[in-house]
């Protein structure tokens, strides 16, 4: 998944810059903008730099990009996170220093539409807004709350998963005093309503929003909840803020001006994902791995001592495979609609037929599912990345993603019959964003494999819709047209798909409109493969239709080959083990 | 390790064997067309959620979508066919809690199937241009249900009925309604409109129409408007409690129309209860009702305006052509305001203080006050009464208050120039027989006037003023001075007026008694001394004088007169017996005003310090005057005004007017010449428009009067006629 494709912004980027680019090799990301080495600035980016760092001239990497008018370099800061937003002190200074109406238009374009934050952020956001839409009354379709902090006469419905994970002031809080009670009255009128609400949104988001005049009582709340990183960072933009002098705004009042932090500013360790992952760790930790024992009562008298010993906050249990997982409704039910639904049902339906009350949790029991998948899966929902679980599980290649611009994603991606279970337990859950990730890594491993596993990938990916992947396999199949005809795998693979539909309104001899929705369809799969046919071999357009019947002729004659094939073959299971993960040597 | 992957392979190779089984999608469908037909028997407990999300996503995964999808339809089709019969077959009441309870289960039922189908919903929906499930729900509810031949009828009956129950005072079960009407508005607005509102507001317009067709021939005004307030606020209720927001406006749109716009002229004209007897009768209550509800139609607020200016207009003009009123100046615009703090409480407290209701009072008022043209002058003899008396003992708020009032009469006025003059009259007499009682008022109401109508209005008033301020500084000077000098003579206290400022007529001084003549010399030569080249004349009219006398029997009395009534006096020190004529010889005061002066000396009772002979109340020039010797007086200061009215008489009436016409010519000239200078050709309509508009702050020049004057300006050569237009003038520099 890139960020890149999802922010439209109509800047036509002038490709003959109008400054000679100059190469900065060694250069940090300070001169990298300001010479617009585009290929230096997408190497740091991608090794981690802090892009809204401010060097000893107070200024930001995107104000050198602005001020010398690198439109593609500012491009790339933007869509990295560098804040534009005019009310903060660096995005006035670079609406202020902008070069030309060019700049200006591009940063005005990402202040409107900010890249979006990453699944993991922008699902537990969507969760916290849904709570505070909420207590204006209606009820909350998300998961709800489990505890109600009334600050000055207002209330922030939060989860105390969330706030433990992120601050040890609370999860002290919510294991000694705060164990019991679901509704927190502070009574201080030190305590703003504005700064602790940035923060909770701080805790959910990854994104710090807060306007100049809350920042002090930001600092104290920050104290308090022992946030040390975020702690720092404000209090030394506090100071800075006392001799910031915006210049474009001129004479606009306090109130008006903001502070913005994106958890990329942090280091990694106190990020969201980071923070979920410890909290992810503790509750696995606790979790029972049943190894052979089928004595259910021994299992639940273990939980239950577990409970006991450990709070991890846990509020549901998954069973999976025999074994038992300690998680947390609000972080299952904000990622996957699936969750959502499930946990929500939990009284209509019946789901503790097992009866298994450990630790009166309420227990869900998942079938037709790896234990090993579901680990995976759900550390990709409480981290939004993938990683090795079990160390002594072979990898192929450790690969890194930094690329496709998830440059958090270290996935490590593992064997391919564990990447198709990854892909079904994606679209089973409905973690669409997970699909993409995994298409990510699997795809240059593709390039490598045999003829009837390209057949084999693109049934899958057919089937779990991962378009990137079937693209691929469209793509190399329509490519070596010849060589897969000859195969005796690909024949067979024709005769399980239906036929080509033989509309030629279908056939796109005009081309389609940009971005119209029937591009993205799923649609019949030969009849794709003939459009890629048609557009590498029929290279004039006007004998596309004619083209097209031969391709169909053809169709038709190796399907006919292939059913005297399987009908003389007379071993029945045959063709379909050209599908099955078997066929892959295994790998010990 | 190799024992975890083999089970992760027996899983995957379940998974895609059951595609094999050619009866896997027919298996899998009935377990979840059986899962349905629980949820709807309230048996999903016994279903596992799980289970049945995995089976429906597996089906669709094996592109089982078409599938899973028709059979969901037809199968939820059944089970609302199942309903819309045990919905019709309900009777009588208990229709309603039918239809309401099972659309409850249904609503519950489908959120079920849709998150047991959840996967087809995000995938196979989307990419096969489907309805997703709820919707599809929703829909199928609308067919089969709520548009079976039977059901539609019945209740869209069933409703209105009960709305009509409610109308007639019944209890009704809101919270069922409100149930229902929501599950209609659920279904899609269309629905709610075409199967309920529509109807419902058909059904009101008729209810409406036949209730206050009723009502009219049996309330008066006061009364049907409180019903149909009435009527309003329960439909409002109505659709607060149980109606979509959206048909807010149409309701209340069907009551306005029935209740107040179709007999809108009815209730405004109607006999003794009308608008006309509300005004009359001070009902603000009603027409604050009637205000709000007339409001609400197009055209509601102009009839009533129309009606209350008419009304307005009418009283105003019975008032001002009134001619009892006529008599006394005070009492008329004390009326005025009366009327018109009236109208403005009215308008206040009934017309939410509408600008186009205070916009229609004035415009009445302006109508009728200038129907009288001796309005300005009874205004300035008003304020002229109160500032002489009226306001003893009065805070200074009140003042205020009553300067205030009189500068909102003083707006109507068209010719406000004449107010000036009368008024610049009046303030003279006050000033010189230093009758004001408070200066800060006099100060104050010159301020109002010049906001009003600017420094040139009020600059001779205040030269007035100015001239009382240095004639007294004069006189302390003169005092200083020569006060040594001049003994025990009379204390004379000498008023320079500067001449324009002052509305005087010139008139020949009269002969001085000898005794003042003396320290009238000596002033003289003092101020000239002071002031080089100025010329001082007496202006022996305007005076007054404290005389001592001692009658028979050695009574004293102090005598408060005038100048002349002085002079005429002084010569009785001296003689017994003159006639009118040997006074006027002696005194040389003009004979109109000696009469006058010897008419409040010798035939005002218990002032008569002069005997007359004959007795009798005319003066001829042969009577002869003695001194009454047998005066008396309670009081020990005696003061003797002269005969006059404080109005003026018809003749001098006529002459203010010819000398405000007068001073109008220069004014007029002055505007044609300045409009000419900027505009160097002009026609001779906009001219006389333009003139208008500048000069309409201080009054309304005639138009035959500016022509007039361009013929004068023509004749002096300030303009000239267009050789070609002769409608053209020319500004000639």
Redesign the interface.
């Known amino acids: 998944m890139t960020l890149v494709d999802e922010v439209e912004v109509e800047v036509d980027v002038e490709v003959e810059a109008s400054v000679p680019v100059k190469k900065v090799p060694y250069g940090d990301i300070f001169e990298a903008s300001r010479a617009g080495d585009v290929e230096r600035l997408r190497y740091l980016l991608e090794t981690g730099v802090n892009v809204n760092a401010r060097d000893q001239w107070d200024s930001v990497a995107l104000y050198y990009a602005c001020l010398v008018g690198h439109l593609d370099a500012a491009r790339m800061l933007l869509e990295n996170g560098a804040i534009c937003s005019e009310h903060t002190f660096d995005g006035d200074r670079c609406h202020y220093a902008a070069l030309n109406l060019k700049v200006r238009k591009l940063l005005k374009a990402f202040e409107a539409r900010p890249p979006p934050l990453e699944p993991l952020q922008a699902a537990l956001r969507d969760t916290f807004l849904a709570c505070v839409s909420s207590t204006q009354g209606s009820i909350c379709c998300h998961f709800p709350p489990d505890v109600v902090f009334i600050v000055q006469g207002k209330r922030i419905q939060t989860h105390r998963v969330i706030l433990s994970a992120r601050s040890p002031f609370f999860k002290k809080k919510f294991t000694a005093d705060w164990k019991d009670r679901n509704e927190v009255r502070f009574s201080k009128e030190k305590l703003s309503y504005p700064a602790l609400y940035s923060l909770i949104h701080f805790f959910y988001s990854d994104r710090l929003e807060i306007a100049i005049d809350d920042m002090e009582d930001l600092v104290r709340i920050c104290k308090v909840c022992r946030c040390e990183s975020l702690h720092k960072v404000i209090e030394k933009e506090l100071i800075h803020q006392k001799y910031a002098d915006y210049k474009s705004l001129g004479n606009v009042d306090n109130s008006q001006k903001r502070y913005i932090l994106q958890g990329l500013s942090l280091p990694e360790e106190d990020r969201l994902p980071a923070a979920l992952h410890r909290i992810l760790l503790t509750a696995l930790s606790n979790s029972t791995h049943e190894s052979g024992q089928e004595d259910k009562l021994i299992s639940m008298m273990d939980a239950m001592q577990m409970a006991k010993s450990v709070d991890d906050l846990a509020d549901v249990c998954v069973k999976v495979?025999r074994n038992i997982f300690r998680c947390h409704q609000v972080i299952l039910a904000s990622r996957s609609?699936?969750f959502r639904?499930?946990l929500?049902?939990m009284k209509?339906?019946?789901?503790g037929?097992h009866d298994l009350s450990v630790d009166t949790l309420p227990c869900?029991?998942?079938?037709?599912?790896?234990?090993?998948?579901f680990e995976k899966m759900i550390e990709y929902m409480y981290t939004d990345r993938l990683q090795d679980i079990n160390p002594?599980?072979v990898c192929i290649h450790p690969y890194n993603l930094c690329d496709s611009g998830l440059s958090l994603c270290h996935l490590i991606l593992i064997c391919f019959?564990?990447a198709?279970?990854m892909f079904?337990v994606a679209?089973?859950y409905?973690l669409f964003p997970l699909k993409r990730a995994v298409a990510d890594v699997l795809l240059p491993h593709l390039e490598m494999v045999s003829l009837d596993e390209h057949c084999h990938w693109l049934i899958l990916a057919d089937?779990?819709?991962v378009f990137k992947i079937r693209e691929y396999c469209l793509d190399t199949i329509a490519c070596n047209f010849e060589t897969f005809a000859d195969s005796k795998e690909f024949r067979a693979m024709l005769l399980t798909l239906?036929p080509p539909s033989g509309d030629s309104s279908l056939r796109t001899t005009v081309p389609s409109i940009p971005g119209s929705p029937l591009n993205t369809?799923?649609g019949n799969l030969l009849d794709d493969l003939r459009e890629k046919w048609l557009a590498i071999e029929a290279a004039e357009l006007d004998k596309r239709d004619e083209s097209a019947l031969q391709f169909d002729k053809r169709l038709e004659m190796l399907m006919l080959v292939a059913e005297q094939e399987q009908s003389s073959d007379n071993t029945d299971?045959d063709y379909?083990r050209a599908?099955?993960?078997?066929h892959y040597p295994d790998l010990? | 390790m190799s024992t975890q992957k083999k089970r992760a392979f027996q899983i995957e190779a379940f998974k895609h064997r059951v595609v094999v089984d050619p009866k896997y999608a027919e298996k899998t469908w009935k377990v979840l067309e059986h899962a349905i037909h629980e949820i709807y028997n309230h048996n999903a407990s016994g279903l596992s959620f799980e289970e049945l999300y995995r089976n429906a996503y597996n089906m669709v995964l094996h592109k089982f979508g078409e599938k899973l999808y028709t059979g969901l339809v037809t199968t939820m089709t059944a089970h609302l066919k199942e309903i819309s019969q045990s919905i019709e077959s309900a009777q009588g009441e208990i229709f309603l809690d039918e239809l309401n309870r099972k659309w409850v289960d249904h609503n519950k039922a489908l959120q079920m199937i849709r998150d047991i189908l959840m996967y087809m919903d995000r995938t196979f929906i989307p990419s096969n241009h489907k309805t997703p499930v709820h919707e599809l729900g929703l829909n199928l509810w609308r067919d089969v249900v709520i548009h079976s031949s039977k059901t539609q009828a019945r209740l869209l009956d069933t409703l209105l009925e009960l709305v009509l129950r409610e109308r007639n005072g019944e209890v009704i079960n809101r919270g069922l309604m409100r149930n229902i009407i929501k599950m209609l508005m659920d279904l899609g607005l269309p629905v709610y409109q075409h199967d309920f509102e529509k109807h419902f507001l058909d059904v009101s317009a008729n209810f409406y129409c036949c209730e206050s067709q009723k009502f009219i021939e049996t309330c008066d005004c006061g009364d049907y408007l409180k019903k149909a307030e009435r009527r309003l606020n329960e439909e409002l209720e109505r659709v607060s409690h149980y109606l979509d927001p959206r048909s807010e406006s149409k309701i209340t749109n069907v009551v306005e129309k029935e209740m107040i716009e179709s007999h809108m002229h009815t209730l405004v004209h109607m006999e003794n209860s009308g608008l006309v007897s509300m005004l009359v009768d001070d009902k603000y209550e009603d027409l604050q009702r009637m205000y709000n509800l007339f409001r609400r139609v197009p055209t509601g607020l102009t009839i009533v305006k129309e009606v209350m200016t008419s009304f307005i207009r009418d009283t105003g003009k019975q008032l001002i052509m009134d001619p009892e009123r006529l008599r006394d100046p005070v009492d008329f615009v004390q009326r005025l305001l009366d009327l018109k703090d009236k109208y403005d409480k009215v308008i206040t407290m009934s017309f939410n203080n509408d600008k186009t209701f205070q916009n229609a009072l004035n415009s009445s008022f302006e109508y009728f006050i200038n129907l009288n043209a001796r309005s300005p002058e009874f205004i300035s003899l008003f304020v002229d009464d109160k500032l002489r008396r009226g306001l003893k003992g009065v805070g200074e708020e009140d003042v205020e208050i009553v300067l205030d009032k009189v500068m909102m009469l003083f707006r109507y006025l068209q010719e406000k120039d004449v107010f000036e003059k009368y008024y610049k009259q009046h303030l003279a007499k006050r000033l010189l027989s230093g009758k004001t009682i408070s200066d800060d008022a006099e100060r104050s109401l010159i301020v109002k006037l010049k906001t009003e109508c600017g420094y040139q209005f009020t600059s001779k008033l205040e030269g007035m003023f100015t001239d009382m301020k240095t004639s007294h500084d004069t006189m302390q000077g003169f005092y200083a001075g020569q006060g040594t000098e001049l003994g025990d003579g009379p204390t004379l206290s000498v008023q320079v007026l500067t001449t324009g400022s002052w509305p005087t007529q010139p008139s020949p001084p009269c002969n001085l008694p000898q005794e003042i003549l003396g320290v009238c010399d000596k002033f003289r030569t003092y101020y000239l001394g002071t002031h080089n080249g100025r010329r001082l004349s007496w202006q022996t009219n305007m005076g007054t004088a404290d005389l001592k006398a001692t009658f028979g029997k050695g009574q004293k009395h102090e005598l408060n007169v005038s100048t002349y009534q002085m002079c005429v006096l002084m010569l009785f020190n001296n003689v017994e017996q003159l006639t009118c004529k040997e006074i006027e010889q002696a005194t040389a005061i003009p004979m109109s005003d000696l009469r006058r002066c010897l008419q409040s000396l010798a035939c005002v009772k218990g002032k008569n310090v002069l005997r007359k002979e004959p007795m009798s109340k005319d003066i001829a020039e042969d009577d002869a005057f003695f001194f009454n010797d047998k005066f008396t007086s309670k009081f020990f200061k005696v003061k003797i005004g002269t005969v006059v009215a404080q109005r003026e008489s018809e003749p001098e009436n006529l002459e203010t007017r010819q000398r405000v016409e007068e001073d109008r010519k220069p004014q007029i000239e002055a505007a044609i010449v300045r409009i000419m200078k900027s505009r160097r050709t002009l026609d001779h309509n906009n001219i006389v428009a333009e003139v208008t508009k500048q000069l309409q702050s201080r009054f309304l020049p005639n138009p035959v009067v500016i022509k007039k004057r361009i013929e004068s300006l023509i004749e002096r050569e300030f303009l000239e006629r267009d050789k070609v237009d002769r409608k053209l003038y020319r500004y000639l520099a």
């Not at chain 1, 599908?579 to 078997?582: E, K, Q």
């Open positions: 495979d609609e699936y639904a499930r929500s049902h209509n339906f019946n789901e037929k869900v029991e998942e079938h037709d599912l790896s234990k090993e998948a002594d599980q019959e564990q198709e279970e079904d679209s089973r409905l089937m779990y819709g239906p369809d799923q299971s379909t599908f099955l993960p078997n010990k």
